[in-house]
């Protein structure tokens, strides 16, 4: 992981973006928090995120397929299955709720490596 990248938290719990901040900052990672899938991928004024974590029961509806984000990393949490062919993108990480907060951190962290 490189000093300087952001972690964006789309939706979920505030404590999800707090939990990242108290673990990810003293490593040099930046984490910010919007609400709202549709702010996520609109806002061009934002700087481009490094990775996305996605609070999302639809899981279809959750990866940004295209757009301003699309290629951008992501880990997608929700209470849906996840599909065979969801699955195979290795540039995303799907946990199930209720997830615990070490395997959303080693999630990142793979994700940015």
Do not use: N
């Not at 972690?7 to 040099?28: F, M, N, S």
């Not at 609400?35 to 899981?59: F, I, Y």
């Not at 397929?65 to 929700?78: L, T």
Request: proline share 5%.
């Amino acid at each position: 992981m490189a000093s300087g990248q952001c972690v964006l938290v789309v939706d979920g719990l505030a404590e999800t973006a707090q939990v990242l901040k108290a673990v990810l900052e003293p490593r040099g990672l930046r984490v910010e928090r919007i609400r709202g899938h549709q702010d996520a991928t609109e806002d061009c004024a934002r700087p481009r995120p490094h990775l996305l974590v996605l609070h999302a029961d639809d899981v279809s509806l959750a990866r940004p397929r295209g757009g301003v984000w699309g290629d951008i990393p992501c880990v997608v949490i929700g209470s849906a299955s996840v599909r065979d062919d969801e699955s195979a993108d290795h540039r995303a990480h799907y946990l199930q709720k209720p997830f615990c907060y070490r395997e959303l951190i080693q999630a990142i962290e793979d994700l940015l490596a």
